[in-house]
């Protein structure tokens, strides 16, 4: 990816109980627990600073104070600046990233949740970066899901497709499957117009009470556009115990002494 496809600034919504991992994560926030020995918030940064971030704001909670504990070791943030700030209400994504508003410049952001981990030759918010090039729309990144599943995802209503890119008339957060306008579902990578935030504060809450980010985007086509990407990576949902635990094994099977003990424990499962 080229400079000038860099995205200066990424934001991470970090503030979440993670209750469906409890009792671990009564004391370990879930953005810390390991693939192996590498926390989840570290590929996300990592992944940030490979689209070109210098700045990380990471809305967090004061009930978790180990994330920023975590980010005051030297090297976990690769040198750049770093703002904890912390969502006192849990009032959903939507109102996470308008947490970070004062400390985003007048320019396009990202946004990455940690949950969602992406395995692929190049980090998916770099791919995102590099396929919108000089575009000023926001962008989602998607992937097909079954039609039963629609009701867990903000689910695209798909205008026309290029190449990797899928340019959205629509989008609805969660529709039931009978509902849904497709099975294209936004997963956890964004790169954001500054202007959204105008979107974000007089936004009402929608699905679950919460303030969501997907219904920001949908009052900003008509202003900003709005623009899928199928990225190129394995994507696995790291919020459930499931989700985990293909990811280990996944990772572990491109590590190459991690391959071997893997293989040796499922033939003494076998």
């Known amino acids: 990816m080229t400079n000038a496809h860099a995205l200066k600034t990424v934001v991470f919504p970090v503030a979440g109980k993670g209750t469906r991992f409890r009792p671990a994560t009564l004391a370990t926030p879930k953005e810390l627990l390991p693939l192996v020995a590498k926390p989840l918030l570290q590929f996300a940064i990592e992944e940030a600073v490979m689209a070109g971030a210098e700045k990380l704001i990471f809305v967090s909670s004061e009930l978790k104070p180990g994330i920023a504990a975590y980010l005051s070791h030297p090297g976990?943030?690769?040198?750049?600046?770093?703002?904890?700030?912390?969502?006192?209400?849990?009032?959903?994504?939507?109102?996470?990233?308008?947490?970070?508003?004062?400390?985003?410049?007048?320019?396009?952001?990202?946004?990455?949740?940690?949950?969602?981990?992406?395995?692929?030759?190049?980090?998916?918010?770099?791919?995102?970066?590099?396929?919108?090039?000089?575009?000023?729309?926001?962008?989602?990144?998607?992937?097909?899901?079954?039609?039963?599943?629609?009701?867990?995802?903000?689910?695209?209503?798909?205008?026309?497709?290029?190449?990797?890119?899928?340019?959205?008339?629509?989008?609805?957060?969660?529709?039931?499957?009978?509902?849904?306008?497709?099975?294209?579902?936004?997963?956890?990578?964004?790169?954001?117009?500054?202007?959204?935030?105008?979107?974000?504060?007089?936004?009402?809450?929608?699905?679950?009470?919460?303030?969501?980010l997907t219904d920001a985007l949908a009052r900003d086509i008509e202003r900003q556009g709005l623009e899928g990407y199928r990225f190129n990576g394995q994507r696995y949902d790291c919020g459930t115990p499931s989700g985990m635990l293909d990811a280990t094994i996944a990772f572990a099977r491109a590590s190459g002494d991690l391959c071997q003990s893997l293989e040796r424990s499922l033939s003494y499962a076998a």
């Open 76 to 212: 976990v943030t690769a040198d750049c600046d770093v703002v904890v700030v912390n969502q006192e209400k849990a009032l959903g994504l939507g109102h996470a990233v308008l947490c970070a508003r004062e400390h985003v410049q007048d320019d396009s952001f990202g946004v990455i949740l940690p949950d969602d981990q992406i395995f692929g030759p190049v980090g998916c918010l770099a791919q995102m970066a590099a396929a919108r090039g000089e575009s000023n729309a926001n962008m989602i990144a998607v992937e097909p899901v079954a039609r039963e599943d629609t009701n867990r995802y903000g689910i695209i209503d798909p205008a026309n497709h290029r190449g990797r890119l899928v340019k959205a008339k629509g989008i609805v957060e969660k529709p039931m499957p009978q509902d849904a306008p497709s099975e294209l579902a936004v997963v956890g990578r964004y790169i954001l117009d500054a202007g959204i935030f105008e979107r974000l504060a007089d936004q009402s809450a929608g699905s679950g009470g919460e303030i969501q």
